[in-house]
């Protein structure tokens, strides 16, 4: 007799709040909240008649004003965010052309919580990766990368710290038939603060974003800000995230999860 199977669910995604150490400043979302009492106007112009005294308690309903990017919080870039072509020159498309079918994919994580913040991680680096957790990639996999980013996030060193995936490792993932990667890092890339350390040194602008900008060559989803990857077994199981659906948006909000089938008891 087949056993049932039950359901098991890791969330991979931060809270949006107001936090000063998610972002840089000008990037930073603001949530403003209005409560049940401040939400009377509201109401009372949608009812014309209604006194606040006849609704339960007073209370009218809650709600949140909310300023921020596409980029804010858990999300995945689109292919426009890289540039304005990819795959041979043709026009990067929006995250709501993003296919569906990418969105709910078996999971692959890759540790990399050792490499030193700033580490520009290679593919050679990716292949061990996959040699010692003794998995061989699919194509469609989503590929996620646990950084020592994920312990530090809403705290001052978190936009510095982590390791990033550089052009190389990128377009290996890639060419192995990768579509859908995610970091718990802010960025893809190494951190910023890093890179303009090495570009002030080398004045070499081929390791500017470099990771994201392998997506001129082939056009994939890329989700950043991911949480509790340290949770999570090197493979076992599937991830959703399907993006916010923004017209022609170069990135969009995603509820991302991890889900695992585990054999009833």
Same mark, same amino acid.
């Given at each position: 007799?087949?056993?049932?199977?039950?359901?098991?669910?890791?969330?991979?995604?931060?809270?949006?709040?107001? *936090? +000063? &150490?998610?972002?840089?400043?000008? =990037?930073?979302?603001?949530?403003?909240?209005? *409560?049940?009492?401040?939400?009377?106007?509201?109401?009372?112009?949608?009812?014309?008649?209604?006194?606040?005294?006849?609704?339960?308690?007073?209370?009218?309903?809650?709600?949140?004003? $909310?300023? =921020?990017?596409?980029?804010?919080?858990?999300?995945?870039?689109?292919?426009?965010? &890289?540039?304005?072509?990819?795959?041979?020159?043709?026009?990067?498309?929006?995250?709501?052309?993003?296919?569906?079918?990418?969105?709910?994919?078996?999971?692959?994580?890759?540790?990399?919580?050792?490499?030193?913040?700033?580490?520009?991680?290679?593919?050679?680096?990716?292949?061990?990766?996959?040699?010692?957790?003794?998995?061989?990639?699919?194509?469609?996999?989503?590929? =996620?990368?646990?950084?020592?980013?994920?312990?530090?996030?809403?705290?001052?060193?978190?936009?510095?710290?982590?390791?990033? $995936?550089?052009?190389?490792?990128?377009?290996?993932?890639?060419?192995?038939?990768?579509?859908?990667?995610?970091?718990?890092?802010?960025?893809?890339?190494?951190?910023?603060?890093?890179?303009?350390?090495?570009?002030?040194?080398?004045?070499? +602008?081929? $390791?500017?974003?470099?990771?994201?900008?392998?997506?001129?060559?082939?056009? &994939?989803?890329?989700?950043?800000?991911?949480?509790?990857?340290?949770?999570?077994?090197?493979?076992?199981?599937?991830?959703?995230?399907?993006? &916010?659906?923004?017209?022609?948006?170069?990135?969009?909000?995603?509820?991302?999860?991890?889900?695992?089938?585990?054999?009833?008891?």
């Amino acid at each position: 007799m087949i056993k049932p199977r039950k359901r098991r669910f890791i969330d991979l995604s931060v809270t949006l709040e107001n *936090n +000063p &150490y998610t972002d840089p400043p000008p =990037l930073l979302p603001k949530i403003e909240y209005m *409560n049940h009492k401040e939400g009377w106007p509201e109401m009372a112009a949608m009812f014309p008649g209604l006194e606040q005294h006849q609704m339960p308690d007073g209370e009218a309903w809650a709600g949140e004003f $909310i300023t =921020l990017t596409t980029h804010s919080g858990t999300h995945m870039d689109a292919p426009w965010h &890289y540039a304005s072509t990819t795959d041979g020159g043709k026009p990067a498309w929006g995250i709501d052309e993003l296919p569906l079918d990418w969105c709910l994919r078996p999971g692959v994580k890759l540790d990399f919580r050792d490499k030193p913040d700033g580490h520009v991680v290679t593919a050679a680096e990716i292949q061990a990766e996959l040699e010692r957790i003794g998995y061989q990639l699919q194509p469609l996999d989503i590929v =996620l990368v646990n950084t020592a980013a994920g312990a530090v996030f809403g705290k001052p060193e978190y936009l510095d710290t982590g390791c990033g $995936i550089g052009r190389e490792g990128t377009l290996w993932l890639l060419e192995q038939g990768v579509r859908v990667v995610g970091t718990d890092a802010w960025s893809w890339d190494a951190p910023f603060s890093h890179t303009r350390r090495k570009f002030e040194e080398t004045g070499d +602008p081929s $390791i500017i974003w470099e990771g994201h900008k392998a997506g001129r060559d082939i056009g &994939y989803g890329q989700m950043e800000k991911l949480a509790n990857l340290e949770t999570l077994p090197p493979f076992g199981f599937e991830v959703a995230c399907f993006p &916010y659906k923004i017209k022609h948006a170069s990135a969009g909000f995603v509820r991302a999860v991890a889900i695992f089938d585990e054999p009833e008891a």
